[in-house]
């Protein structure tokens, strides 16, 4: 999910005493909000104490999710959350970032999968033909209603005609429910 800042490495942000965050790429004062915006762009940067170079990313980043949690959206649940402390000071607790930091990894991979399954489901399937023949129909028939101000009848182009034949016939329909099977098996992958 890192992605590399213009320059080389991830970009410096100095944090001084008075609170204030400070880009050294951008040369400008920024705030948790902006910090917010470039980890959702991917983009890495590293939070230091401006007095003692100590790496404060950590901290910083925790502050942030206390922000988003505070404008009412909230995404971590309050028995999640209770789980998490309670792992503070358990023998298990030098697993506990490792093991979430690869269900996030799982999850977000999971999410795209989903997300491309579900862009590419009607690119190239009956679905999409369908959806042509029955505009044409509509439209066609629109063309039918609209008042006939010249006298002469309404006519419908030769491609459109073609176009409101029978909408599925048995071919159509062993496609359509083939690609319904594959994308169910795509779901429960996914799932």
Do not use: C
């Amino acid at each position: 999910m890192k992605k590399q800042a213009a320059g080389n490495g991830p970009v410096i942000i100095k944090k001084y005493a008075n609170r204030r965050l400070y880009n050294t790429e951008s040369s400008s004062y920024i705030t948790l909000d902006h910090l917010a915006g470039m980890t959702r762009e991917g983009r890495d940067f590293k939070v230091v104490d401006a007095k003692s170079d100590e790496d404060i990313t950590h901290n910083v980043l925790t502050q942030i999710i206390m922000e988003e949690e505070s404008r009412g959206q909230t995404m971590l649940p309050v028995n999640f959350l209770r789980q998490l402390i309670s792992m503070y000071g358990d023998s298990m607790q030098a697993m506990v970032p490792g093991y979430l930091e690869a269900s996030m990894n799982s999850f977000r991979r999971n999410q795209e999968q989903f997300k491309s399954a579900v862009e590419g489901a009607f690119a190239n399937s009956p679905f999409a033909e369908m959806a042509k023949r029955n505009l044409a129909m509509f439209e066609a028939a629109t063309q039918a209603f609209k008042p006939n101000i010249g006298g002469a009848a309404p006519t419908v182009p030769a491609d459109e005609a073609a176009g409101m034949a029978p909408v599925m016939g048995g071919d159509d329909v062993a496609a359509l429910k083939a690609e319904l099977a594959r994308l169910q098996d795509k779901i429960d992958r996914i799932g």
